[in-house]
């Protein structure tokens, strides 16, 4: 893994994001242009998390069954396809199956997520997923202030179809510079791979690790659906475009984090988890200063960026170390709790901040931090209390092969034990 061939990985991953985010700087004048009543603009945004959401299922668990790279630049195609059909549509249904379409194929983030863990040596695992994963945070916060400003000067539409360039152009990009994978086990039908997703929820590390990232991402949904609300209203009254800038903001706190990953790498994923959950609850007590001051919540922005992305390469981290053999399922499940925790925090910080202002929000999106954290401490006061201490290997890389050490890191007794 090559700083050039990590910074193809992170591009695929922001630009297949942003075809998820990049609708919600636009609804207004998208939902009037297709005829969309205002009320019910929120679909706009939730046909790509429908699509996204199946696409986790069906088709993410495809990566251990194929080779990885040309699967990228498959669905790359696929989600130009739908974004393309978005940029044409004269017709509400036609611009939701785009939509649909293009959130089905924007999983290929997973795929090059678990590409770069796959080709990486233990050592490096965890800079390069951190590296790559940096890539989504980018889509998804840059998203908001590009898609404004290109829909201003030529119309949503503009939007979606140089989403569908990118994509293109990425798709060959990928072929070009990627190596293919050298399997090491022998991959099993995708049907296999599919219905192997269930036995995951049964494995502490893996259930653990994907209720934290499910009041993670719920904390982080709250931010970022709810924050426009306090900054159109009184005192600061702020245009799109000015909020827009706020996402640039966050982008400081989550490539700093890209850090996380070398910890992780260094064997202190458990440990860093937990410091970055009690600075996310932290963070929220500085965000919380909006509706009298600025800088604070910019301080507070900053510092919740870095936690979601400090936590989020770590779990990514140990769950691909505890299951080399079947990364791509283990990290399309692992998304789900992703999916729907985003979900649950956009959902509840509108309600929340009609009925209780900010105050509220921010009340909520510490609650889901707080409940993060509680989960960690759990986690460890289990992994402490297993016998001969062997519920702790998974913490770590070296932890998780020093009782086995003439065993690669790929084999099926390793991630068992892991497990």
């Given at each position: 893994?090559?700083?050039?061939?990590?910074?193809?990985?992170?591009?695929?991953?922001?630009?297949?994001?942003?075809?998820?985010?990049?609708?919600?700087?636009?609804?207004?004048?998208?939902?009037?242009?297709?005829?969309?009543?205002?009320?019910?603009?929120?679909?706009?945004?939730?046909?790509?998390?429908?699509?996204?959401?199946?696409?986790?299922?069906?088709?993410?668990?495809?990566?251990?069954?194929?080779?990885?790279?040309?699967?990228?630049?498959?669905?790359?195609?696929?989600?130009?396809?739908?974004?393309?059909?978005?940029?044409?549509?004269?017709?509400?249904?036609?611009?939701?199956?785009?939509?649909?379409?293009?959130?089905?194929?924007?999983?290929?983030?997973?795929?090059?997520?678990?590409?770069?863990a796959s080709v990486s040596v233990p050592a490096e695992r965890g800079r390069n997923i951190g590296v790559v994963t940096a890539g989504v945070v980018v889509g998804i916060l840059g998203a908001r202030a590009v898609s404004g400003a290109l829909a201003e000067a030529w119309g949503w539409r503009s939007v979606y179809a140089?989403?569908?360039?990118?994509?293109?152009?990425?798709?060959?990009?990928?072929?070009?510079?990627?190596?293919?994978?050298?399997?090491?086990?022998?991959?099993?039908?995708?049907?296999?791979?599919?219905?192997?997703?269930?036995?995951?929820?049964?494995?502490?590390?893996f259930l653990s690790r994907g209720l934290i990232a499910f009041f993670l991402f719920a904390s982080f949904g709250t931010l970022w659906s709810g924050l426009s609300l306090p900054l159109t209203d009184a005192p600061w009254q702020l245009g799109e475009s000015q909020i827009g800038l706020f996402g640039f903001v966050g982008?400081?706190?989550?490539?700093?984090?890209?850090?996380?990953?070398?910890?992780?790498?260094?064997?202190?994923?458990?440990?860093?988890?937990?410091?970055?959950?009690?600075?996310?609850?932290?963070?929220?007590?500085?965000?919380?200063?909006?509706?009298?001051?600025?800088?604070?919540?910019?301080?507070?922005?900053?510092?919740?960026?870095?936690?979601?992305?400090?936590?989020?390469?770590?779990?990514?981290?140990?769950?691909?170390?505890?299951?080399?053999?079947?990364?791509?399922?283990?990290?399309?499940?692992?998304?789900?709790?992703?999916?729907?925790?985003?979900?649950?925090?956009?959902?509840?910080?509108?309600?929340?901040?009609?009925?209780?202002?900010?105050?509220?929000?921010?009340?909520?999106?510490?609650?889901?931090?707080?409940?993060?954290?509680?989960?960690?401490?759990?986690?460890?006061?289990?992994?402490?209390?297993?016998?001969?201490?062997?519920?702790?290997?998974?913490?770590?890389?070296?932890?998780?092969?020093?009782?086995?050490?003439?065993?690669?890191?790929?084999?099926?007794?390793?991630?068992?034990?892991?497990?």
């Open positions: 893994m090559t700083a050039w061939r990590r910074l193809v990985l992170a591009m695929v991953c922001g630009v297949a994001v942003a075809s998820i985010y990049a609708a919600q700087p636009v609804l207004e004048p998208m939902g009037h242009d297709l005829g969309v009543p205002p009320g019910l603009t929120g679909w706009i945004v939730a046909a790509g998390q429908f699509g996204y959401l199946a696409g986790l299922v069906l088709l993410v668990p495809l990566g251990d069954v194929v080779d990885r790279r040309r699967l990228i630049a498959a669905h790359l195609v696929m989600a130009a396809a739908g974004m393309t059909l978005t940029a044409s549509a004269s017709a509400s249904w036609v611009a939701f199956s785009g939509l649909a379409a293009a959130g089905m194929f924007a999983v290929v983030v997973q795929t090059a997520v678990a590409y770069a140089v989403l569908a360039v990118l994509s293109l152009a990425l798709a060959a990009l990928v072929l070009l510079v990627l190596p293919p994978e050298e399997r090491r086990s022998r991959p099993t039908g995708n049907g296999r791979a599919v219905s192997s997703l269930g036995g995951l929820f049964g494995q502490r590390l982008l400081a706190g989550a490539l700093g984090a890209a850090r996380a990953g070398r910890w992780a790498d260094a064997g202190r994923a458990a440990p860093v988890t937990g410091l970055a959950l009690a600075l996310l609850i932290l963070a929220w007590a500085a965000i919380a200063q909006l509706p009298w001051s600025l800088w604070m919540p910019i301080v507070g922005i900053v510092l919740l960026d870095f936690a979601v992305q400090a936590v989020h390469v770590s779990n990514q981290h140990l769950l691909t170390t505890a299951h080399p053999d079947r990364i791509s399922s283990v990290i399309g499940a692992y998304m789900v709790f992703y999916s729907l925790g985003s979900a649950l925090g956009a959902a509840t910080t509108t309600a929340v901040y009609a009925a209780h202002g900010w105050t509220g929000s921010s009340l909520l999106g510490a609650g889901f931090a707080a409940c993060a954290l509680a989960v960690w401490a759990a986690d460890r006061r289990l992994s402490r209390c297993g016998p001969n201490g062997s519920a702790r290997r998974p913490l770590s890389w070296n932890a998780s092969v020093a009782p086995q050490a003439s065993v690669p890191p790929s084999s099926n007794s390793s991630s068992q034990q892991s497990s």
